[in-house]
């Protein structure tokens, strides 16, 4: 039997308004079983939300009541106290022992007071923090209602994060003035993480929806041009300008909502990571800009599965997104951020961040797998060139877009944001190889496979042993050094590798990089000189002019890329790789504690050990060649040295120098003429310097002080034959005897009247000193005294 209706004067305003929006027309009629139903559900959920509400207000009534009778029970064992120290003052005020006793009492009952205090305290924290948690949940369970209103929904959410700000407020105050209460805070951080468990998930999923709503994101066929290299920015509609009304506040409310979250993320990791390395996962990227990127990149890489040969497209068309959207996002999203107060954030900064590491992301997942799976299946076959020519062409565009991609940024107004740390890693590709060191030891590999490759063919060639056809204004170090071509190759192409270490994003890396491939090329320049120095003593001993002439060109090589390194080792870059360096090898030491510690503080280049070769190299073999010139001159020389009876008689009438001094002079003056051409300056001077110290020492020990008797002709001609000796040396330095201090010296001595020699104060220290012998001990002094004859 039908019911009838209540009279229309009994109805409300809010029920006739919602009957009369419903049913307005006969056809709704027919929807009213599903609107009853519909009402009946949202009936039951609201007499189950108050029930639910009745419950927590009588368990919270119980807290209170329980808390309540504690909290009396403590006042009143207080007031009993005071009630006994008052007696028991009043009794016997003027016992010490009394007055002792009330002290005590005293200070307990301090103590009981702040016990209470505190008590009390944590009682009215703990009853706000649950009101507070309640009304989070209250919020968040509002939010996940089917039948709720969008604006509803908003509104809860709204206040969700202000109730959430509140909290987190009163949790960092606890925290920091009773940091005893750590259950407390564990307990309402549980409740909280899970409120926010469910709010941001829902959060950014209407945020997507509100995007999708917008027609974001645009499509990508004004950027898919047939030249994706094209400069030109097409006028790429942004659908973030072109809402307006209700959907750009939604909008507007639903960024200021992910901001609000994220704000509040970042505050509670800050409290909770306070003390224990804070600086770890604090700072993310921006949750709003994140959703604009996200799904705009998702379109592009339909566009990247046809590119995979041909990875200059692929970025090539993430750099024209990039370029073409960042000054929008920075005019609209900007204002927005900073009236969320979300600080350390730049929307310009986020945008290009977020589009970097997407396409980071996209390179570690699909494009670099790709690669090395070919490099796989052709080690297998055995050709390895076409899978190693695209790996180092894909290498070649990251870094291409990267130094677009920093240009982008320079040109945006962003320079400082270079400069910080960390922030490079954001914005290049060639981040993929901080989590994949595996991949860089790779991209090392082939990289020093392929220099190598080329150096060969440079090495090959004769006329790069040689120094002809250098440009002086180009290679004026290299001319003069005396270096030929090939050092100018080898350091070209380790350049080039230095060059490629700068793109990395991180010191590590390049430090890796650097000691994978460019230290390597070092060595391998260093094997290749000394193998030809090797070849030409095999084959003549250095006693062919040709052989001399090869051996001062590997050390002039040598010396130019010493000198080379040695400059591009005090650019801070190549210090900060070095410092790298260091720190890795002390703390692969401090791990092993069986492992022998270096006796040798490390040095502050990456190059030092190479450094330190190259020196020996050219020590080793400069020493060689002056060896050689020696020897060659001792065998000249003996007979000169043989014929004792010379000393006893003058000169040869005729000859200012004696002939069997002629040709020892002849063949060290050829040699050294020889060396001076072809070595450098510098090694050219340590050679003849040597030289003079081992004739000094053969003459010396041959003739001075070899029991040979000298008359006063012998030291005539022993001074002249020493003056031509001299006068050969006499080209590369002012005083050449100084070089000959032995000799000289004993000339001098030679050369002293017979009474200051025969003088029994000969050795004497004084005497040396006054005569001016520095470098013949007592003894050699005295022998060369002894083999003195004057005529009278």
Not at 603 to 610: A, K, Q, T, V, W
Request: charged share 25%.
């Amino acid at each position: 039997m039908a019911r009838s209706l209540p009279p229309h004067s009994s109805l409300s305003a809010n029920t006739i308004f919602f009957l009369n929006s419903k049913l307005s027309s006969e056809q709704d009629l027919d929807g009213a079983p599903t609107l009853l139903s519909e009402l009946r559900t949202e009936c039951d959920y609201l007499d189950q939300s108050l029930s639910d509400l009745n419950n927590r207000i009588e368990s919270h009534l119980t807290r209170h009541s329980s808390q309540s009778g504690r909290v009396g029970l403590i006042f009143s064992n207080i007031h009993a106290q005071l009630q006994g120290l008052q007696q028991s003052s009043a009794h016997s005020p003027s016992d010490g022992v009394s007055r002792r006793g009330m002290g005590e009492g005293l200070q307990a009952l301090a103590k009981e007071v702040a016990r209470v205090e505190t008590v009390r305290k944590y009682a009215e924290t703990a009853l706000k923090l649950d009101t507070l948690v309640g009304d989070i949940e209250d919020a968040v369970s509002s939010t996940l209602r089917r039948h709720a209103l969008k604006k509803d929904s908003e509104d809860m959410r709204e206040k969700a994060i202000r109730t959430l700000r509140l909290t987190e407020d009163i949790l960092s105050s606890v925290t920091k003035t009773h940091p005893q209460w750590t259950q407390l805070v564990s307990a309402v951080d549980h409740r909280v993480d899970r409120a926010l468990a469910i709010l941001r998930p829902q959060a950014i999923a209407d945020h997507r929806a509100l995007l999708a709503s917008l027609g974001w994101p645009p499509p990508l066929s004004t950027l898919n041009s047939s030249n994706p290299y094209d400069k030109r920015s097409n006028d790429v509609q942004n659908p973030l300008f072109t809402m307006q009304g209700d959907l750009k506040h939604q909008y507007c409310e639903s960024f200021l909502a992910l901001c609000g979250l994220q704000e509040l993320q970042r505050q509670r990791k800050t409290r909770q990571l306070e003390g224990h390395y804070s600086e770890v996962a604090v700072r993310q990227p921006l949750w709003a800009i994140e959703e604009l990127v996200n799904p705009l990149f998702i379109e592009a890489q339909r566009h990247f599965s046809k590119w995979i040969d041909k990875p200059e497209f692929i970025f090539a068309l993430v750099y024209k997104i990039t370029r073409d959207y960042v000054d929008s996002m920075d005019e609209l999203l900007q204002p927005l951020l900073d009236e969320a107060m979300l600080s350390g954030y730049s929307c310009r900064e986020e945008w290009i961040s977020a589009i970097v590491s997407s396409l980071s992301t996209y390179l570690a997942k699909e494009t670099f797998p790709t690669y090395v799976s070919q490099l796989d299946e052709e080690s297998i076959t055995g050709t390895e060139s076409q899978a190693r020519i695209s790996w180092l062409h894909l290498i070649d565009s990251m870094i291409a877009f990267d130094k677009r991609i920093q240009s982008l940024v320079v040109h945006s107004g962003m320079s400082l944001f270079l400069e910080e740390d960390g922030n490079l890693l954001k914005i290049s590709s060639l981040s993929v190889f901080c989590d994949r060191p595996d991949w860089l030891d790779l991209w090392a590999e082939i990289e020093l496979s392929d220099v190598l490759d080329k150096l060969k063919r440079e090495m090959a060639n004769d006329i790069n042993w040689s120094n002809e056809g250098q440009v002086a204004s180009i290679l004026s170090a290299q001319e003069d050094l005396k270096s030929p071509l090939i050092s100018g190759s080898f350091l070209r192409y380790l350049s080039s590798v230095v060059d490629r270490c700068r793109s990395l994003p991180s010191i590590s890396l390049s430090s890796r990089f650097m000691r994978l491939t460019g230290a390597p090329i070092i060595w391998k320049f260093l094997d290749c000189l000394l193998q030809r120095c090797q070849e030409a003593e095999g084959l003549t001993a250095l006693a062919d002019d040709s052989a001399l002439t090869k051996v001062a060109k590997s050390v002039n090589a040598a010396r130019y890329f010493e000198s080379v390194l040695i400059e591009w080792c005090e650019d801070v870059f190549f210090l900060e790789m070095g410092l790298n360096q260091a720190g890795q090898l002390k703390t692969l030491e401090d791990n092993n504690s069986t492992s022998r510690r270096s006796t040798e503080a490390p040095g502050n280049s990456i190059f030092d050990e190479e450094i330190r070769k190259l020196e020996q190299f050219r020590t080793e073999w400069v020493e060689k060649l002056s060896t050689v010139v020696l020897r060659g001159f001792d065998a000249r020389f003996r007979d000169y040295t043989k014929n004792k009876k010379q000393w006893q008689e003058k000169g040869e009438e005729g000859w200012t120098v004696s002939r069997s001094f002629i040709g020892a002079l002849d063949y060290l003056q050829g040699k050294m003429s020889l060396l001076e051409e072809g070595l450098n300056k510098t090694d050219f001077t340590g050679v003849w310097r040597s030289l003079a110290t081992g004739i000094d020492r053969l003459i010396f020990n041959g003739i001075l002080v070899s029991n040979v008797k000298f008359y006063d002709g012998g030291v005539e001609r022993l001074g002249n034959d020493l003056a031509v000796l001299f006068g050969a040396f006499g080209a590369w330095c002012l005083r050449p005897e100084g070089f000959f201090p032995k000799v000289s010296e004993g000339l001098k001595l030679l050369r002293l009247a017979k009474t200051q020699l025969n003088n029994s104060l000969v050795g004497d220290k004084r005497w040396l000193k006054e005569n001016g012998i520095r470098h013949l001990t007592a003894p050699q002094v005295k022998q060369i005294a002894k083999n003195r004859v004057y005529s009278t």
